[in-house]
């Protein structure tokens, strides 16, 4: 008794619309993280090509053709989406996404012009789905850190949504490279064609509900990791908070000590900050205290860690940083200062900054004498006038 594969189709339209709705109400109660509008597109998009790929027409017409290529767009929206979500979106990505849609829907509009038969279409639709496919689950891999930050994400439990994610994507294009290598090596398949289209089907149901499901859980592990960077920042500078320093600041210390390797401090103090909050007004300060962080942020190395310390103190630590080092950070940091013009409004405002260096090693890398020996060379540095440096 073979399949009834219209009625098949109907069933994976309808969980596909279903997973639409569920994936553009997840979208509308999370506006904020970028992505998730487009998955909810490309899933609308893979329900109204499947209904055009109904059985029972001519499989070379035009209307499977525009299915075809409204399924693999959607595939396209999921990738893109996937890249936006996880901040990993970027000109060569989207070129190269674009590009792989491009050929594949030449390459089906090629097949029909020349007449080419059914299994060589769905060869080649197979092989550029699964091609898209893979190009979303290695996104996601990349944006969580690669095979390493897969399996700490997954054994943290911090990562098991994203990582799910990319395995449903990986396990969605393995079964489209199965589908088109099978094609593609025993030709025409009409006496396993309905098993293998049937398998096809039911493949596309998995797939939707757990991309569906997926999604939801990895927007709530994004919702939960931005909670906990939000309590490390500081809300106005969003620079690390003192809290959080640290914390780190003991991480790296200790993992100096190991290595035997020099930390280096800077400590910050603008110079007469509250005459600028009392002459400006306190919306002003805060507006150079922003652009200060800025500033700041933006010069510096990957490893080094910045925190607003308290008022219009601020600190860079500096890992595996000598005297020397530490000391040439602290004079691009007052040049950068002296140099650029903080603005509000129309309104243009010099800033003269004094600083505090010290280095530490091995049994001098305890939080609290380092911070302790950058204070000190900080208060030697106001006493002596503006702009002035120190080091212990």
């Given at each position: 008794?073979g ?46 090509g ?20 409204l ?20 000109r ?63 054994i ?20 489209a ?31 939707a ?53 020099p ?82 409004g ?37 006493k ?6 120190k080091?212990?």
């Amino acid at each position: 008794m073979g399949l009834d594969l219209p009625s098949l189709f109907l069933v994976t339209a309808v969980i596909l619309a279903v997973s639409t709705l569920i994936l553009i109400a997840h979208w509308i109660a999370n506006r904020s993280f970028a992505g998730l509008g487009r998955m909810a597109v490309g899933m609308a998009l893979a329900t109204v090509g499947l209904l055009l790929l109904l059985p029972g027409g001519n499989d070379l017409s035009l209307y499977v053709l525009v299915g075809d290529f409204l399924i693999l767009m959607a595939h396209l929206w999921f990738w893109l989406g996937i890249a936006d979500f996880w901040k990993e979106r970027n000109r060569q990505l989207t070129y190269l996404a674009g590009t792989t849609l491009l050929v594949a829907v030449g390459m089906l509009g090629y097949n029909l012009v020349t007449g080419g038969t059914a299994t060589e279409r769905a060869t080649v639709f197979s092989l550029f789905l699964a091609l898209l496919s893979f190009g979303a689950a290695l996104t996601i891999a990349k944006a969580l850190g690669g095979r390493v930050g897969l399996y700490k994400g997954i054994i943290k439990r911090k990562t098991i949504g994203g990582s799910t994610v990319a395995a449903v994507f990986f396990g969605h294009g393995l079964f489209a490279f199965y589908r088109g290598i099978s094609l593609a090596l025993y030709g025409d398949v009409a006496s396993d064609e309905t098993a293998l289209f049937a398998f096809t089907q039911l493949e596309e149901m998995v797939f939707a509900v757990a991309l569906a499901v997926t999604l939801i859980v990895s927007t709530a592990e994004r919702v939960q990791a931005d909670l906990k960077i939000q309590a490390m920042m500081d809300p106005l500078t969003q620079a690390l908070n003192r809290r959080a320093f640290m914390t780190v600041l003991k991480t790296v210390l200790a993992r100096s000590r190991r290595l035997s390797e020099p930390v280096s401090l800077v400590m910050m103090d603008i110079d007469k900050f509250k005459q600028i909050n009392l002459r400006h007004g306190h919306l002003v300060g805060d507006d150079i205290l922003c652009q200060f962080s800025e500033g700041v942020m933006e010069g510096r190395r990957a490893q080094d860690v910045f925190c607003r310390f308290g008022g219009e103190e601020f600190v860079l630590l500096l890992p595996g940083t000598d005297e020397q080092g530490a000391e040439l950070v602290a004079k691009r940091v007052r040049d950068a200062v002296t140099g650029y013009p903080f603005k509000h409004g129309n309104k243009e405002i010099s800033l003269t900054v004094s600083f505090g260096v010290t280095t530490a090693r091995g049994d001098d890398l305890l939080p609290d004498s380092i911070l302790d020996a950058a204070y000190k060379p900080l208060r030697e540095a106001q006493k002596a006038g503006q702009n002035q440096i120190k080091v212990s």
